[in-house]
């Protein structure tokens, strides 16, 4: 009985010798506005270290690709890319910041996955079908990454800053369903050759 009535305490009353004992809060250096900022600049970092990183590999993509639509997906979506390292570098002029690039390990597992796809896979649908999942995984985490500091950008209300990464998330939707509608070719092929 007396159990339950532990239970029944208020939930900060279980927590009191935690936060009585000698811890106290620490105030990261990302608390507040200005925090916010130094955010978006670190994560604006990123970005500029991933689209440069896409911009080594996507070659090796289109070389490894055998759809023309494929092949043609990745050469616009190489294109760009170009142009938002671009406007990386102009949201970076715009912020007074130097366009660093900050390591992006979740960027270089995906890109390392591509490359062992590739070598695990023959030239054809199949290794197509691989590149497509990859660039799609990819693609998520870039959309992911700009809606979110458009979002920032714009409680910043840094404008320049929110019309540039919109415009590359709206072309990174746009490569997405690029992307589906190559998918939903290659299942239909791969339905068409087993008939």
């Known amino acids: 009985m007396k159990n339950e009535m532990d239970n029944d305490k208020k939930p900060n009353e279980n927590y009191n010798s935690i936060t009585d004992n000698d811890t106290k ?6 608390d507040g506005t200005s925090g916010l900022f130094e955010l978006l600049v670190n994560e604006l970092k ?13 070659p090796k993509m289109i070389k490894n690709s055998c759809a023309f639509e494929l092949i043609e997906a990745i050469t616009i979506h190489f294109e760009e890319t170009k142009l938002h390292v671009i406007r990386l570098g102009e949201a970076f002029s715009n912020l ?12 270089d597992c995906l890109l390392q996955d591509v490359d062992a796809m590739i070598e695990d896979t023959k030239f054809g649908t199949v290794r197509d079908a691989g590149i497509i999942l990859s660039l799609y995984k990819i693609g998520h985490y870039e959309l992911a990454t700009y809606g979110i500091l458009s979002i920032y950008a714009e409680l910043l209300e840094e404008k320049t800053i929110f019309n540039l990464l919109a415009e590359s998330l709206n072309e990174e ?23």
């Open 25 to 30: 809060p620490i105030r990261n250096k990302f």
């Open 46 to 58: 990123t970005m500029y270290y991933i689209e440069k990183a896409l911009l080594k590999a996507f």
């Open 96 to 107: 007074d910041e130097d366009p660093f690039l900050q390591k992006s390990e979740t960027i």
């Open 173 to 195: 939707k746009i490569t997405e369903l690029r992307l589906m509608k190559i998918a939903n070719s290659i299942r239909f092929k791969t339905y068409e050759s087993r008939l």
